[in-house]
Structure formats: C-alpha cells, structure tokens
C-alpha cells in the first residue's frame, strides 16, 4: 500500500468517523426531537384523550342555576360576579360571589344557602363556600368568594333551573 | 467442478509476485498468530469461527426454549430463566453469530474480489476481532451473576430492563463493545471498497457481494450509534438519576422503543443485505449465467437501505400512535416490497433456462429463496395495521422473523461457506455429508417454524414458558424441528472440520460458473498474500 493511498484511506476514515459520532448525539438529540415534533403537529394525541373525559358527567342535560345573593340587615354591597350557570349535573362548576364592606367598622357575619325550588337544595354539593364559616370583613374591605360545587346527577330530570340564594347575617360580636 | 474449466482458466492466474521471496513466506505458527494477525484471509477466519460457536452457543439455549414449550406445564426451568434463555438467544444470534458471520465474509471475500491485498486498516481489523470476545464473554457471564441473565427480550424494553439487576449492565457494555466493534470493521469495509479497488474495477462491475456489504456497512455507521446512544440511556436511567424513559422522573418508556427500533429495522437489513449479495454470487455460478439484473439489484440494494430509515413504526403499532402515523409506518413499510420483489424477481430470472446444478451451496441459496419469499410475505401481512394490532407478540412473529433470519441470513452463510470451502481451504468438502445437512435443515426448519404460524394466529404470546392446552400439538411438532435442525448443524460442523483436515484437493474454479476474481485469478490453495501486485481488470 502506498503513501498516496494511505493518506487517502485515513481522510475517509475521518469523515466516517464524523457520520458515525454524529449518529450518536443524533440518538440523543431524538428525546427532544420526539417531544418538541409531537406537540408541535399534535400527534401525542393519546395523552389528551387520557386526561379529558370524566364519566360521571350526565352531559345529556344542562341544568341552569341562577346565582342570587342578598343581606339581611347588612347595608352593605354583596352580589354574584356571575347572573346565571349553565352546567350538567355531575360537573364540578366555580362561581364567585364579592363582598364590599361599606360600613366604615369591622363586621363578622355568616351566610345561609337556600334554593328554590326549595326541594333542589338535597341535590347540591358544595366543594368548597364561603358559607362554611363566619366571615370577618376589615372596615371598607373588598373580597372575592368562591363557591364550587356541583349538582348531582340523580337530581330530577325535570328540574332544569336553580335558584341559588345567599343571605348574610351579621354575627353579633360578643355571641361566641 | 470440471478439470476442463481448470486447464480453461488457468492462464489467467496470478503470477504477480511470484518470484518475489516473501509471496512464499507463511503466517507464524501458535496462537501468536491469530493474536496479532493482520491477514484479512486469518481475521475472515477467525470471524467466521467466533460467529459458529456462538450459533452453536445460542442455538443451545434455542433448544432449551424448545424443551420447555415441548409440551405444557414448567418442565425443566423456572420461567425467569426461561426469560433469560429468549433474550440472549436473541442477543448472541444477532450480534454474535449473524452479524460476525458476514463481517468474516467480508474480510475473506472483500479484498478478494476488488483485487486488493488487504484491508484498508490491517490493525484495527485485528482489533474489531478481539473486541467480540470480552463482549462475548460478558453476555455468557451474566448468567452467572445474581438476578440471572437479562430476561427482558433482546429488544431491551424498558421499565422491566431498569428494574433488573448487574447482568443488564453486562449486557449494555456488551452492546457498546460490539458496537464499537462493528463500526471498526464497518469504516475498514466501506474505505477498502472505495479506495482499494484494483485498476479497471469500476463501482458498477463489483461483485454483488461487495455492493451489499458497501451499503451495509454505511446502515451499520448510521444506525450502531444510536443503538449505543440508547443503551447508555438506560444505563443513566439505571444508575446517575436520569429520567429518559422512567416515567416516574418524567420520562417516557414508548421513546425507548422509538429510539431502539430507528436502529433496530436498519438492523434487520444489515443482516439481510450480505445474504443477498452472497445468494446473487452463488445462483449465476450454478444457472451458468451471469446475474439477471445487475444494475437493478444494486439499486433495489440501496433503495432497500434508504426505505428502512423510515419503516422503524410498524414494530410498534400497538403503543398508540395516532391512526396517521400508524398509516404512515404501514404504505412504507409496503413500500419496502417493491425493491425486495425485484430482486426475487432477477434470482428468478438468473435461473430460468439455466443449465442448473444442485450443488450443496445451490440447494442452500435455492432454500434461501423459497423460504425468505415466505417470510417476506409474512412480513407484508404483519406490515397491515389491524392485522397487526392482533398478531402483536404472538408466534406468528415468531415464525416471521425466524423465516427471515434463519432459512434467510443463516442459509446464505450456509450457502456461502459450502461455496467458498473450496477456495479458502483449498480442499473439497463432503458433497453427501453437505446434502444431507441440507435436507435434515431443510425439513428440521419447516417443522419447527411453519406450525409457529398456527399457533400465533391462534393467540399463543411469545415470551412464555407455559402456555394453554390447545397449542400443545404444534408446540410439540415445533419442538421435533428444531431438535432436527439443531443436530443436523453438527453434520456441518463435522464436514467443515473434516474438509480442512483431510479434504480432497479441490480445483482452482471449483464452480463452473463462478466469475469473480477469488476464482478466476487466484491459484487453489490461495498463497497467504494475494495481489500484492492488483490485478488489471477488463
């Protein structure tokens, strides 16, 4: 083998070398690349399927619940952010309710839940509500509630609108 | 064949050298030799030898598999170590017996057949050898350590391969050794098939057998460092608290799939392409016709290679892929049908009104043909999705793969070494003893692997050590098979050895119809060096 030929025979080598270190990083380039294409044309598609249905969501029916709020000898501000929700039973649904404290003093006050039709109110679970508790509003404070909760899915297949109520009383201060 | 084709011949043989003092000198004796041995002709040898004992060592563990699915119920091991038993069966056919095999092949025939008096890299192909037997011998020493051998498939998958023990490190550094390995041998190929060739051999008048191993050995420079990648990610993944495919840390499992499989089906190839180049040496030689369709086969050679970049998905139709790239992997993969088609078709034509012969080496590149086409088409039906979806790890792609790599890849190494004995040893083998290996493989073969297709598409799973009442018959008929054509390698076995020892003296151009340089050029038995001075080829 001549001088010529070996030279020639090791530049090859080098540029094979190079294909085949390259392939290399490649097979570690691919975790990413696998990744960053799924998302990018939406082909990971199995995942989303996974995550999004719930079964134990009646979504043959939509049940309208209208949000009611009001203060029994509280002249203050409360409302609900939201007129009315359209929901199906089983779903879990966030409202919110604000308070405005215009009394100039601090005020502790409770809020009672009713409903009409009166008989509705068996059918409502809350997840979470302000009613749970006595409230302390500092003088002039604004606060946003949340109530979350969900009606449930053996509620009557007539009974398509809620009314949901909610009245505040104050507490007096030294009741305990 | 003939003592006519000797005198016919003998004109052209290569005196180059002849007068020169080391053309007589012979390699150094004991086992220094095959230590530092840089002869291509020693390092052919010695790749071939390692590649039959590791067949006989996996074919070993193939028939305990056998034993224990003989019938049903546990009979002989318990089921973790049947596990072992399928994945390093797997393992040492693959990477210790296939692959070597046609990398021997390539070392004995490459520098042969361009007239070149050896490798590009004499010492590194020394090396590339010697690297296979620490691989070798971590693979068979995993056995031995606690927990067993690797018991996950060949294929590696994880979580099962992140939860095993110490031999699955054994088996990752196996990997990158033989791996590393490879790509030696690989870039010796590719720069002595390019830069090597004696004056006048253009690219388009190789040998086919050259052409293969050329393409092959640029899949094997693609795709072995990404197998290497991939393994040393599950190796991180075991032990340095990386989270590639452990979905506890975020990982994902099915990208180890993705990652295995971009290597494992140009994988598939590289153990098919030098068996394709060895059928379409041997079939002119026995038609007494050159080759149908040159051109054509080197093209469908490398339209073959390109394609099996992108069929890597139909491996894994059931992991979820959404319906357009399940479609994509499947007209690919269909796709691939047409090159291979093409070159059924030429083998074909290459015979049709030939004057045959049915020489061991033809009857085995004649089995070749009948039994590869089968697996092909087994391959096709597997290929269509909803098929797929239910044949999925059952023994119907058992029998596939086993139609494409054994009565494919290893009866063309068959076929080969009965074809080429003659030149390499310089004597002739047992013609009687070669046909009986034939038809006992030939019928062993069938037995064990026709009636694995029954049993997958009645649902029997791979991978198990027992299984239900109702695939008890063929399991059995399975069982009787593979007994038959596991023995009947040792026939093989025997003739070779006898043929060195004690053959009777074969011809220059022992084949009437061979017309590559090995025999047209080179005397019988070949000197030690050969075209030390290349040939000038017309």
């Known amino acids: ?176 | 064949m003939s003592t006519a084709s000797h005198t016919h011949v003998s004109g052209a043989l290569d005196d180059h050298g002849h007068a020169e003092a080391h053309d007589h000198h012979g390699p150094p004796a004991g086992f220094t030799r095959w230590m530092y041995t840089t002869n291509h002709k020693d390092i052919g040898t010695m790749y071939l030898w390692f590649a039959f004992f590791m067949f006989l060592l996996g074919g070993t563990m193939a028939l305990g598999i056998r034993a224990e699915l003989f019938k049903p119920g546990l009979q002989f091991f318990d089921p973790e170590f049947f596990n072992s038993l399928t994945t390093v069966h797997g393992l040492v056919m693959v990477f210790g017996a296939i692959m070597p095999a046609f990398v021997g092949f390539a070392n004995w025939l490459v520098p042969l057949q361009i007239g070149s008096a050896d490798m590009a890299f004499p010492r590194m192909n020394n090396w590339s050898f010697w690297l296979l037997i620490p691989a070798a011998l971590l693979l068979i020493g995993s056995f031995f350590v606690p927990g067993g051998a690797a018991a996950s498939g060949w294929t590696l998958y994880p979580p099962l391969v992140i939860q095993q023990g110490i031999s699955v490190d054994m088996t990752i550094l196996a990997v990158h050794i033989l791996g590393a390995s490879s790509i030696m041998g690989s870039i010796n190929i590719i720069t002595t098939i390019l830069n090597m060739r004696a004056p006048g051999m253009t690219l388009m008048k190789m040998p086919l057998f050259v052409w293969t191993w050329l393409i092959t050995a640029y899949l094997l420079i693609a795709v072995m460092p990404v197998l290497a990648g991939a393994v040393t990610m599950l190796l991180t993944d075991r032990h340095f608290g990386t989270s590639f495919f452990n979905a506890a840390g975020g990982g994902d499992p099915t990208m180890f799939l993705h990652i295995f499989w971009f290597f494992g089906h140009p994988e598939v190839y590289i153990m098919i392409l030098p068996a394709f180049g060895i059928i379409s040496q041997i079939l002119p030689a026995f038609a007494r016709k050159p080759l149908f369709g040159y051109a054509s086969m080197v093209y469908a050679t490398a339209s073959i290679a390109i394609l099996s970049f992108i069929v890597w998905g139909h491996h894994m139709f059931t992991v979820g892929m959404p319906a357009a790239g399940n479609l994509f992997f499947m007209y690919a993969t269909m796709l691939i049908a047409v090159p291979t088609g093409v070159k059924v078709f030429n083998w074909i034509a290459t015979m049709w009104k030939g004057e045959m012969t049915f020489e061991t080496p033809m009857l085995f590149a004649i089995g070749f043909l009948c039994l590869f086409t089968i697996g092909g088409f087994s391959g096709l039906v597997l290929a269509i999705v909803p098929v797929d979806i239910t044949l999925h790890n059952t023994y119907y792609v058992v029998a596939h793969f086993h139609y494409v790599l054994v009565s494919g890849a290893l009866f063309a190494i068959i076929a080969g070494i009965y074809f080429w004995l003659p030149k390499w040893s310089g004597k002739m083998y047992n013609e009687g003893l070669g046909k009986l290996h034939f038809w006992l493989s030939m019928i062993g073969f069938n037995l064990a692997f026709f009636p694995q297709h029954f049993l997958g598409l009645a649902g029997m799973p791979r991978r198990i050590p027992d299984y239900a009442l109702q695939f008890a018959e063929w399991n059995m008929w399975s069982s009787i098979g593979a007994f038959i054509f596991g023995f009947s390698q040792l026939i093989f076995l025997y003739n070779v050895i006898a043929t060195i020892r004690s053959g009777k003296p074969a011809e220059q151009k022992q084949w009437e119809g061979a017309d590559s340089l090995e025999w047209t050029h080179l005397p019988t038995p070949m000197p030690y060096h050969t075209f030390v001075t290349p040939p000038i080829v017309r």
């Open chain 1, 1 to 176: 083998m001549n001088a010529a030929v070996q030279l020639e025979n090791r530049r090859l080598m080098g540029k094979l070398l190079v294909i085949a270190v390259g392939m290399l990083g490649f097979g570690f380039a691919m975790v990413p690349m696998y990744r960053q294409i799924c998302q990018a044309i939406g082909l990971d598609s199995t995942r989303v399927v996974a995550a999004s249905t719930n079964t134990q969501v009646d979504a043959s029916r939509e049940v309208t619940v209208e949000l009611l709020a009001s203060s029994a000898g509280l002249p203050w501000r409360f409302e609900a952010l939201d007129r009315a929700v359209k929901l199906h039973p089983g779903e879990l649904v966030s409202v919110r309710y604000r308070v405005v404290n215009t009394l100039g003093r601090e005020v502790t006050a409770r809020a009672r839940m009713n409903t009409a039709p009166e008989a509705a109110e068996r059918y409502i679970a809350k997840q979470e509500c302000f009613c749970f508790s006595n409230q302390t509003f500092a003088a002039g404070e604004t606060r946003e509630m949340p109530v979350v909760f969900r009606v449930l899915t053996d509620a009557p297949r007539d009974l398509s609108t809620i009314s949901l109520s909610y009245t505040f009383f104050e507490v007096p201060a030294k009741s305990g």
